[in-house]
């Protein structure tokens, strides 16, 4: 009698690996996406609105105050920011912080960008409201 071994047939382990790997792939993708996410949602609810609704026919006590229209512009050669509020022009952050001090704050202030503002000259308009005391700040892109 002649015995001969039988051959297990064996599974490649790189085949049973690859839907494993691919599976944990996409699950640690998902969970660095949900908590980029979670981090800059908490971040963007802390933001104030200057928006309201009247919620009553003129029964209520309101102070009648427009918000106060801050305006960024260019400077013709292109020097640096301007901001103007009504007739008023400024050339710096500090020098319009110390104006918005002592402008009313219940009304909030409205930030108005002119064309070819940079996103870094309409947060110097931002951080000077927020130095000044507003809480109610709004922006309106050009």
Same mark, same amino acid.
């Given at each position: !009698?002649?015995?001969?071994?039988?051959?297990? &047939?064996?599974?490649?382990?790189?085949?049973?690996?690859?839907?494993?790997?691919?599976?944990?792939?996409?699950?640690?993708?998902?969970? !660095?996406?949900? !908590?980029?996410?979670?981090?800059?949602? /908490?971040?963007?609810?802390?933001?104030?609105?200057?928006?309201?609704?009247?919620?009553?026919?003129? *029964?209520?006590?309101?102070? *009648?105050?427009?918000?106060?229209?801050? &305006?960024?512009? &260019?400077?013709?050669?292109?020097?640096?920011?301007?901001? &103007?509020?009504?007739?008023?022009?400024?050339?710096?952050? *500090?020098?319009?912080?110390?104006?918005?001090?002592?402008?009313?704050?219940?009304?909030?202030?409205?930030?108005?960008?002119?064309?070819?503002?940079?996103?870094?000259?309409?947060?110097? /308009?931002?951080?000077?409201?927020?130095? /000044?005391?507003?809480?109610?700040?709004?922006?309106?892109?050009?």
């Amino acid at each position: !009698m002649a015995f001969r071994r039988r051959k297990r &047939r064996r599974l490649d382990p790189a085949s049973l690996r690859l839907p494993l790997i691919a599976l944990i792939d996409v699950v640690l993708f998902l969970l !660095m996406y949900f !908590m980029v996410a979670g981090t800059l949602g /908490a971040e963007e609810r802390e933001l104030s609105t200057a928006l309201g609704v009247d919620r009553g026919s003129g *029964g209520g006590a309101s102070s *009648g105050l427009l918000p106060t229209m801050l &305006r960024v512009d &260019r400077a013709e050669r292109g020097e640096g920011p301007v901001f &103007r509020l009504g007739e008023r022009v400024f050339k710096s952050q *500090g020098a319009l912080t110390e104006l918005l001090k002592g402008l009313p704050k219940e009304s909030g202030v409205v930030i108005k960008s002119g064309a070819g503002v940079t996103v870094g000259e309409v947060a110097a /308009a931002l951080q000077a409201c927020k130095d /000044a005391g507003f809480a109610k700040i709004s922006f309106l892109a050009n």
